[in-house]
């Protein structure tokens, strides 16, 4: 979508709506207000032009200034259509008992998006507006039945296989074109790694490995939590295949070599114990968000499973066959057999989740300190210093270090100083922080002390000790309280010489 920048006055007001304070209002319309530019070829020079549209290239504000701009994209769709929103690209999505049904109420929607780009004056990309069905019933998978919608007076076009935010998808979620396309791109950069791997001049072990993770595997990686969890194991065996061939470069073995040998000997788990990894982690992190926000409800949705794991349904029969013979029961196939329903990213990653121990577990929220606009503080009480007055470097020993940073404090004479540390054992547990609060006109210091989880970071260390100590200042906010803490001390001074 291309930005229109002719309506800096209306856009003003998407601002104000949204709390953003009128300094900052006015500063970004002065940005986009009559900006020119002109061409310089050697000596000669074109005359300037004023551009009505987009924004300055390469601009930091600029991903900012569309979200603010988009903001307000979906505010009259039907509450019963999903509706996604990321950058510039934006997907509509409604469920229905029939295809039919889904047009009919995905149509006013449409057409609701469409005044909005004329309102706005906003041009759509027509290349990128198509639809897809996704249906399991075998009149209508793979677009045997299509519903007609309109976009702008226009028929939208029906795609098979759309690719949104680098996944490419199918009628019935197989993720099998997506498998094909991840295959051929991981062969592309499989070259490049069979460069580095010559005989007279290759690079070691532990450097071709590095280049596969950081180069080939991460294109697998890439949305691995969804696809890969869902994909059918004859699918993910095309990627798993791509993997040993990789493996094959980086260890220098033959053909002929075992493939669990091959890649245990490179150091690499299967891409399908990757995927469940990632899948982990990620439910994980999701699971950590505030109540209510759109991802964490997804993953604490509860969906009745209709599709049977045929996997699972196989390896059991396995088993009912083994034990009427009276032989040993047989392992199954891969880990994920044992879910009795198909596995998808939610089941796969709860999964995960109850085998390591972590369902019942305690989740501390993801963000320890509150989201809090910088602009809600009084603008004269916060001071930022971004350098020391005397340089010195990592390397310093710490009594140069402890003496830059003691300069630095006297150039704001606080009335109170606050020094917090935080770690964990190894980085990952057992974690704690402590803080050192000086309160100079008391002339006295107070000292405490906060675990941060048995399971934690060393950052979460961290930012346990900014934020849990007995004064409850926060770390954005304490320079603000200055004003406060100075009648605070001097109240309880003078109760006690009154006394």
Not at 171 to 193: D, G, P, W
């Amino acid at each position: 979508m291309l930005l229109n920048c002719r309506k800096s006055g209306r856009f003003s007001e998407k601002m104000e709506k949204m709390g953003i304070p009128g300094c900052a209002t006015r500063w970004v319309k002065a940005l986009l207000t009559d900006r020119r530019a002109r061409v310089r070829w050697g000596n000669a020079r074109s005359s300037q032009r004023v551009f009505q549209e987009g924004l300055p290239q390469g601009s930091v504000m600029a991903p900012l200034l569309w979200l603010i701009y988009c903001n307000d994209l979906d505010e009259d769709i039907n509450t019963n259509t999903t509706r996604s929103l990321y950058a510039d690209d934006t997907a509509l999505l409604a469920t229905g008992r029939s295809l039919q049904a889904c047009a009919d109420q995905l149509q006013p929607d449409l057409d609701q998006v469409a005044r909005w780009l004329d309102k706005w004056k906003v041009e759509a990309s027509p290349s990128k507006c198509v639809f897809t069905t996704f249906s399991l019933h075998a009149k209508e998978v793979n677009g045997k039945a299509v519903p007609t919608l309109t976009f702008k007076g226009d028929q939208l076009a029906h795609e098979k296989n759309p690719t949104f935010l680098g996944l490419t998808l199918d009628s019935q979620l197989t993720f099998t074109n997506h498998i094909e396309e991840v295959k051929k791109r991981m062969a592309q950069r499989r070259r490049c790694l069979t460069a580095l791997a010559g005989r007279s001049y290759g690079s070691d072990q532990a450097t071709l490995r590095a280049a596969y993770i950081a180069y080939i595997r991460s294109v697998a990686d890439y949305g691995a939590a969804l696809y890969s969890t869902h994909a059918a194991p004859s699918v993910r065996a095309r990627l798993e295949a791509e993997q040993h061939k990789c493996a094959r470069v980086i260890t220098g073995c033959i053909r002929l070599t075992n493939s669990e040998t091959l890649i245990t000997e490179a150091g690499l788990p299967p891409l399908a114990v990757r995927a469940r990894e990632i899948a982990a982690m990620e439910q994980e992190r999701l699971a950590r968000l505030p109540p209510g926000d759109p991802a964490r409800a997804l993953t604490e949705r509860h969906v009745r499973p209709r599709l049977k794991h045929r996997a699972h349904e196989a390896w059991q029969r396995a088993r009912t066959e083994a034990r009427r013979r009276g032989e040993p029961l047989p392992d199954p196939p891969s880990e994920d057999t044992a879910l009795p329903f198909k596995p998808c990213f939610r089941r796969v990653s709860q999964w995960m989740a109850k085998e390591a121990g972590l369902a019942d577990l305690p989740r501390e929220p993801l963000a320890l300190v509150p989201e809090q606009p910088p602009w809600t503080n009084p603008a004269d009480a916060v001071t930022f210093r971004l350098s020391l007055p005397r340089a010195n470097r990592r390397d310093d020993p710490p009594a140069v270090r402890k003496a830059a940073a003691l300069e630095a404090i006297a150039m704001v004479n606080p009335d109170c100083t606050i020094w917090s540390d935080g770690s964990a054992k190894s980085g990952t547990r057992d974690g704690g922080g402590g803080a050192l609060i000086q309160l100079h006109r008391e002339n006295r210091e107070v000292e405490t002390l906060v675990p941060a989880g048995s399971v934690c970071s060393s950052m979460r260390a961290e930012l346990a000790a900014i934020v849990k100590h007995p004064a409850k200042i926060q770390i954005w906010s304490i320079f603000s309280c200055y004003a406060m803490f100075q009648v605070c001390i001097v109240s309880q001074k003078t109760a006690i010489s009154d006394e």
